[in-house]
């Protein structure tokens, strides 16, 4: 055979492997089926773009590091890139993923982190989590999720995060008029991204932000904080 292959294209791959899984009603079982593909050769994780997203570098860019103890979740931590920033930044850090092969896959890329990677399942996390973190990022992984079953992941979000904590939430945006993508991703409208704020989180800046080189696509970066109760 002569000639290049074509390149494969990574959200094809996600499509592919998610409708198998909704087909047997199981809307999470195609994390585990990516990652695994994946860790064959078989499938590219879209995701994967070999650091941490780049919002988020932004947004703990002249942040002061956090005081000793601080902890840190990353929910659906996939390769682990965003996890180890936020333990290079101070962070005692937990990050999860609901795929065992993505757990594995990070623990190999990063022999000896100090990030603690979890198996866990965000519908039904840990009761000892809830309340627990002084930040909790959510990046890309709600909007992987289908309806009704991402209506109840972003109450599980809000739940994680601490009195005095910050939940910062990034996600592919679209507006409320706009016809809903096939998916996975299924893009966040604003309507979902202040139901973040549901049980007593205040919305601190949520930002309309469009990708460079991508005209048309946005993100959100939303930001929310718990009050401490008063006292």
């Not at 009761?127 to 991402?150: K, M, N, Y």
């Not at 599980?156 to 601490?162: I, N, P, S, Y």
């Not at 989180?201 to 460079?212: K, M, Y």
Request: charged letters at 30%; one cysteine or more.
């Amino acid at each position: 055979m002569t000639g290049t292959e074509p390149e494969r294209d990574p959200e094809e791959d996600a499509r592919r492997l998610s409708a198998e899984s909704l087909a047997e009603d199981d809307p999470t079982g195609w994390f585990e089926r990516l990652y695994a593909a994946a860790e064959g050769g078989d499938a590219v994780v879209p995701w994967d773009r070999g650091g941490p997203h780049p919002m988020l570098v932004e947004w703990l860019r002249g942040r002061p590091r956090p005081a000793a103890g601080e902890r840190a979740l990353v929910v659906g931590c996939g390769p682990g890139f965003d996890a180890e920033l936020l333990a290079e930044h101070g962070f005692d850090t937990v990050a999860f993923d609901i795929s065992d092969s993505a757990v594995a896959a990070a623990r190999r890329q990063f022999p000896g982190s100090a990030v603690q990677y979890r198996t866990a399942d965000l519908l039904d996390p840990p009761a000892e989590w809830r309340g627990a973190f002084g930040l909790v990022v959510e990046s890309l992984t709600v909007q992987a999720l289908p309806d009704p079953v991402r209506r109840e992941a972003i109450d599980r979000v809000g739940e994680l995060t601490g009195p005095g904590g910050t939940l910062l939430v990034i996600a592919a945006a679209r507006g409320e008029g706009d016809a809903a993508e096939s998916g996975p991703p299924w893009p966040l409208t604003r309507r979902e991204i202040d139901a973040f704020a549901a049980g007593g989180l205040d919305a601190v800046r949520i930002e309309d932000v469009p990708r460079p080189g991508e005209p048309g696509r946005r993100r959100w970066r939303a930001e929310f904080h718990r009050p401490r109760p008063a006292t």
